[in-house]
């Protein structure tokens, strides 16, 4: 018996590629296009205080920190969703100084100070948005000591031991920063598309500000004179 065309089974029909792809983003099975900033901030003149061990250092004139030679902190200020798990970061303690020198992150933070010295440390702040003193520790210290940083603003870090060490911690309520180069030059990736506000931090009391707006899979320049 001679089977029937008509009850055959057919092979199953195959979606536009664009339908598809579609429908593949709402189950979330493909990334949220993202958009990229890159640009040069014109950052301030280097101090002519000298530099430890050829290494940036903290310098205050004027009763404004910054690093020197300078740095800025690039950073995208608005509305974002909390981190499902608490960021850790690291200022290191090692030859007498402390490592890096600036350190951006952002709200909610544990920020950890392992000392790789040979010396005690005792790392402490006076500054408002953290006040804390970890008190003396060696290098085999277990566990190592760490402080949230749960407010925004700036820390000014210092050792109660070496008069000379100091360092800068940025505290930002956004997820979306990043340090320039040695030349200002910056790029920031993974950004959502829409308006925000991009904001340079150069030292205490200069942070510079531009309107932008964020297209999906758009390079966008922009810079700081």
Not at 7 to 33: D, N, Q
Not at 91 to 108: E, H, N, Y
């Amino acid at each position: 018996m001679t089977p029937n065309p008509s009850r055959l089974r057919r092979p199953p029909a195959r979606l536009h590629p664009i339908l598809a792809a579609a429908l593949a983003l709402i189950a979330g099975c493909l990334p949220l296009a993202a958009g990229t900033i890159e640009g040069r901030v014109q950052l301030t003149d280097a101090k002519s205080a000298p530099v430890m061990n050829k290494r940036y250092d903290i310098v205050a004139k004027g009763g404004t920190l910054a690093t020197n030679p300078p740095l800025a902190v690039v950073y995208l200020e608005g509305s974002f969703p909390k981190p499902d798990s608490q960021p850790i970061a690291q200022m290191i303690q090692k030859d007498l100084m402390f490592v890096p020198s600036l350190l951006a992150v952002r709200t909610g933070t544990k920020v950890e100070f392992p000392n790789h010295d040979d010396a005690h440390h005792n790392v402490f702040s006076y500054s408002s948005p953290k006040r804390f003193d970890l008190g003396r520790y060696r290098r085999d210290e277990r566990p190592i000591p760490f402080q949230v940083f749960d407010t925004p603003g700036l820390i000014t870090l210092r050792c109660d031991i070496h008069e000379h060490m100091r360092a800068l911690i940025l505290v930002l309520d956004t997820p979306h920063f990043v340090l320039t180069d040695a030349s200002g030059n910056f790029r920031l990736t993974g950004l959502p598309a829409g308006r925000y506000t991009l904001k340079a931090w150069l030292n205490s009391k200069k942070t510079l500000e531009q309107p932008v707006e964020i297209t999906a899979d758009t390079v966008t320049t922009l810079n700081f004179p």
